[in-house]
Structure formats: C-alpha cells, structure tokens
C-alpha cells in the first residue's frame, strides 16, 4: 500500500468514528429531551384531569364547551405521551440478552395473547408452523415487539377483518418468520419510506414501529424484507440466524 492510500484509509477511519460519536450524543441527547418532556406532559394531564372533574358537576352551556376542549387537549396529551413512548422505545434497543430459543413457540405464545382482540375485529390468526424448527439465538423480550408492531400493523390495514397468517420455516441456514396480511396494501411510496422514523400514513401513528422493528431484527443479526401490494395485502419475512 501506497504512503497516500495508507493515509486516505486512516482518514475514513477517523471520519467513521467522529460520526459514530456524533451519533451517540445526539441519540443520548434525544432520549433524554423526551424524558425530559414526559414529566411535564404528566403534571398538564393530571391538572386536565382535575379540572374536567370540577367542570364536570357543573352544568352550565359554557361549562359544557369548556369541557370538550379540554377533552380535546387531553387527548393531544395522551397523543404525544404515546410519541414520546414509540421514541424511547426506539431509542432503547441496544445490548441484546440473546438465548437459543425456539420461534415456534414465540409465535404460539403470541397467539395465545393476540387472538381474543384479533376476533373482536373479524380477523382470524392462520399460523403454519414448520415441525422441527432449528433454535435461533433470540431476547424474547424485545422480539415480543417484533411480533406486535408487525401484526398491528396488519390488523390495522384489515379494518373490516380478514386473515392473518403466521408462518415459519427454515431455509438454508436460516430460519423465517411470515406475516402476511390480506388488507388494504402499500402504495410503492410508503413502501419506499416506511421503515423511515415518523413515516406514518395513519392518523395519530407515529411511524416509528417498522423503525423499531427492523432495529430489532438487525439487532438479532437477521434482516427483514416486505412485499406489498395495493388492495391485496402485504407480506413481510423475517430470516435469523441458526444458532450453531
Ligand atoms: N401490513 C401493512 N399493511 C399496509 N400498510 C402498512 C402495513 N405495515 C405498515 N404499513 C404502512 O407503513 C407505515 C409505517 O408503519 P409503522 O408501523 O412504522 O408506523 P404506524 O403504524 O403508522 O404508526 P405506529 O406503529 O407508530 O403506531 C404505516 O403508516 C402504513 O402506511
Ligand atoms: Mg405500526
């Protein structure tokens, strides 16, 4: 290697780091705004609530219409605290407490939790569960989020019901995870920017599940695809590591 390449690589290398510090500084700065915004936040919803329990007994027209805007800004309030939660959550995904475990039974715990409020929507939970399924090295945890932010999303694109299918299987040295949806499907715009943070076609979504998903995944050394398409609905595979 040349004097002037050798110099060049040692260059990057000092770019890369100054960036990955930058990073981590505004990530820690991040987390600690909205930290900070929460207390406040808390102490203007407990003062709401107070105030529309004394407006409340009263029955005046001008109470009345006091009362539905606080209703109004409460909401805002609980809308914003839902923000701040998606962003620490988000933020939050760092050293993982990996352990072998098997998918399968993820997926089935899931269903056990999920199928009572799935129904009450008309939408039936498929699972197709590969037998004899290799172990994956897995924070059971955090991949609880996976499995929600994911099936959420489904849900919400089948408001009139429909079919949620869960399916895993191996292929090569890999094992996968199906979530596949028969809802309204993604127009390739979203489909282009929906693991951006804060994209959300959804009123009052905060665009940061799929964010956090795909942290996660990547986290788990497994990487995370998706096909979509409008009126028919949206598959998103999953494929992790096999433990060796
Ligand atoms: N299964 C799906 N079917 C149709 N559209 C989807 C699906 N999953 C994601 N999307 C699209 O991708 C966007 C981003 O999804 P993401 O989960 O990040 O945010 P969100 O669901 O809008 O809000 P949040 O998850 O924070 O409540 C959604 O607003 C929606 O347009
Ligand atoms: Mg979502």
Redesign the pocket.
Known sequence: MTDESATELNNLANDHERLRTQYAEIATLAGGLAHEIRNPLSTIGLNLDLLSEELGECDSQRDRRILNKLTVVKRQCQQLD??LD?FLQFARVGTLTLKPADLNQTVLEFIEFYAPQAAEQGIDISPHLAANLPPVKLDVNLWRQVVM??S???Q??MPQGGVLELQTYQRDDQVVLE?I?N????SSE?QA???DAF????K??????????RKIVEAHHGTIS?E?EVGR??R?SIALPICN
């Open positions: 839902r923000i998606d932010n994911l959420r999303n489904a919400q694109a979530i949806d809802g309204k499907g993604m979203t920017r929906m693991f994209y959300s076609t959804k009052g979504g905060s665009g940061l599940g799929l964010p956090t998903v998706c979509s609905g949206t998103f």
